[in-house]
C-alpha cells in the first residue's frame, strides 16, 4: 500500500507540471483559452482545447457555437455567453504561420498527457481505496473527522503497519516533522519543527488536522489555543497534528490489543 501511495504522489507531481506546462504554452499563444474553466484538469477544459487548439479555431466561436458544445459536454456551470465573453476579452494571441501550427502540436500533446494521467490517478484512487477497506488498521484513519479516502490512505501508507518500529507517538511525530525542537546555545534558546522528516507523512497529517478543526469541537479548540498562545497558522496546524498522533497511536494501541485477545 505505501508503494500506490508514493506513486499516487508522484503522479500528481507530474500532472501539476503537465498544467503548468501547458498553460505556459497558452500564455504565449492562446490566452483567451487559459482560465476559461475552472480546472485545467477538467474534461471540458481539455475537450475545448481539443476542439479549439488554437486562437485561429476559435475564431468563429459565438454564444450559439458555445452552447452547444457546452450542452454536448454535460457542462453548465458558466453561461455560453460569459465564456465568450472572457475569450474575446483576452489578447488575440498567435493566430497563423508556421510558430502557430507548432503551439497547436503543443497543446494537443499536453492534452493527452493530462488525459493519461487523470486516467492513472483514477485507477490508482480507486486501488487505494478497495486496499483501505482490507487494512485492519483501515478503519481507524477512516473513521477521523473529515480525513477523506485518500488522505487517510496516504496516512496510514506511510504511518506503515510495524507498531513496534516506533516506540511512542513522539517517535512518530519527529517522522511527520511536527515535533518541536529546542535549541540552545548560551542566552540563546529558538525552537523549530523537524524539516529532515518524511515529507509525505508531514503532507497527509497536517492536510488531516487542517480540514478536522472545522468538524471536530476538540481540535477547533486546540488549534484556537494555539493562536491564542501566538503561533502563526501553520504552527498551530502542526501541533493540532501532533495531538492527532497521539490519538491514532492510542487507538492503534487498542485494536492490537484486541486482535491479539481474539487471537489467543
Given at each position: ?124 484512487d480507486h486501488s487505494i481505496e478497495s486496499q483501505l477497506d482490507e487494512h485492519p488498521d483501515g478503519k481507524i484513519f477512516t473513521s477521523l473527522p473529515r ?118
Open positions: 500500500m505505501r508503494s500506490r501511495s508514493v506513486n499516487l504522489h508522484d503522479l500528481v507531481r507530474q500532472r501539476i507540471a503537465a498544467v503548468n506546462q501547458l498553460e505556459a504554452i497558452l500564455d504565449a499563444f492562446w490566452p483567451g483559452a487559459k482560465g476559461l474553466f475552472s480546472k485545467a484538469t477538467a474534461d471540458i477544459a481539455l475537450s475545448f482545447l481539443e476542439r479549439y487548439p488554437t486562437p485561429a479555431s476559435a475564431k468563429r466561436l459565438g454564444e450559439q457555437r458555445m452552447a452547444s458544445f457546452l450542452k454536448k459536454h454535460s457542462y453548465g456551470r458558466r453561461k455560453p455567453a460569459e465564456l465568450v465573453a472572457h475569450l474575446r476579452a483576452a489578447p488575440a494571441g498567435i493566430l497563423d504561420g508556421a510558430e502557430a501550427e507548432a503551439r497547436r502540436e503543443a497543446i494537443l500533446a499536453m492534452v493527452r498527457v493530462i488525459r493519461a494521467l487523470n486516467r492513472s490517478i483514477k485507477d490508482l480525513s477523506g479516502r485518500i488522505n487517510a490512505a496516504q496516512m496510514l501508507a506511510e504511518w506503515g503497519d510495524c507498531r513496534e518500529a516506533y516506540d511512542s507517538s513522539d517517535a512518530i511525530a519527529a517522522l511527520a516533522g511536527v515535533c518541536p525542537v529546542t535549541k540552545q546555545s548560551g542566552k540563546y534558546r529558538s525552537v523549530t519543527f523537524h524539516w529532515a522528516c518524511n515529507k509525505r507523512l508531514r503532507n497527509a497529517i497536517t492536510i488531516f488536522a487542517d480540514s478536522s478543526r472545522h468538524s471536530s469541537p476538540w481540535a477547533a479548540r486546540i488549534y484556537n489555543q494555539a493562536l491564542a498562545r501566538g503561533h502563526d497558522h501553520p504552527h498551530a496546524i502542526r501541533i493540532l497534528a501532533r495531538a492527532w498522533i497521539r490519538v491514532i497511536w492510542r487507538l492503534k494501541g487498542a485494536q492490537t490489543q484486541l486482535r491479539h485477545a481474539a487471537a489467543s
